[in-house]
Structures are given as C-alpha cells and as structure tokens.
C-alpha cells in the first residue's frame, strides 16, 4: 500500500492550500484517514481526521475553524482544505491509513497508522 500526498506549496499568511491524499494498493474509503504534520524540530502531530464512512471528522484546536477535511470517494480521494494559514502551520504534512481517531492526540505504537505517505511541504510566509 502506497500513499501519495500531493498540493504543498508556499503561501503567504492568509492564504489557501488544499492537500489531496490517494492511495495505491489500497482503498481509501475504506479506512479512517489522517493528516498529520512535522514541523522543523518538532514532533509528528495530527491535525485531521475523517471516518470511513465519512459521518465524522475531528481536528486538533489548532486548526479548527481553518482547516477542513472530505473525501470524494468517487475519485477515492482525501482533502485537507487549509484557509487563513499561518506561519505556525509551516511543517510536511503527511496523511495517513488507516488512522484510529486516537491518532489525533497522540501518535504512538498502539495508534499510529500502518501507511504514510510521504508527505508535502507547507510554507507560510508573512
């Protein structure tokens, strides 16, 4: 199972990205998927989660009312919509399956996902 996470780009404060997650090997409807961010120097953190299906989804404080997640299983694709971004969601931003929503507070053997991908970088400038 592959994972690819593609829309990375520099953008200044304010701006807008959207992430996009699609997977090879595997169907991503199937399974809860997670977005997952690194900042320089700092731990692997969740910031997304949605369920499959997708009746729910969770986000870290940090982005709530920013940051969205969907799925178009049609296309068996998972979005991250990032809106007002600020200098502080600078990071690689990863997604990952199939993620337990558990993942979002911490990310440790027992929660952590068996697939990631390979992540794409988000730079915002002031």
């Known amino acids: 199972v592959q994972l690819q996470a593609s829309g990375g780009g520099s953008v200044q404060a304010g701006g807008s990205l959207r992430l996009s997650c699609a997977a090879s090997?595997?169907?991503?409807?199937?399974?809860?998927v997670g977005w997952f961010r690194q900042a320089w120097g700092k731990k692997r953190a969740g910031v997304a989660w949605?369920?499959?299906?997708?009746?729910?989804?969770a986000y870290v404080d940090s982005v709530k009312g920013r940051f969205a997640i969907s799925r178009d299983n049609d296309q068996d694709i998972v979005y991250l919509d990032m809106n007002d971004l600020k200098l502080e969601d600078t990071a690689v931003y990863y997604c990952?399956?199939?993620?337990?929503?558990?993942?979002?507070?911490?990310?440790?053997?027992?929660?952590?996902?068996?697939?990631w991908g390979q992540g794409t970088q988000v730079t915002v400038s002031s």
């Open positions: 990952a399956a199939p993620c337990p929503p558990e993942a979002m507070v911490v990310v440790t053997e027992s929660t952590s996902p068996d697939f």
């Open positions: 090997g595997a169907t991503l409807r199937d399974y809860g």
């Open positions: 949605i369920s499959a299906p997708a009746d729910a989804v």
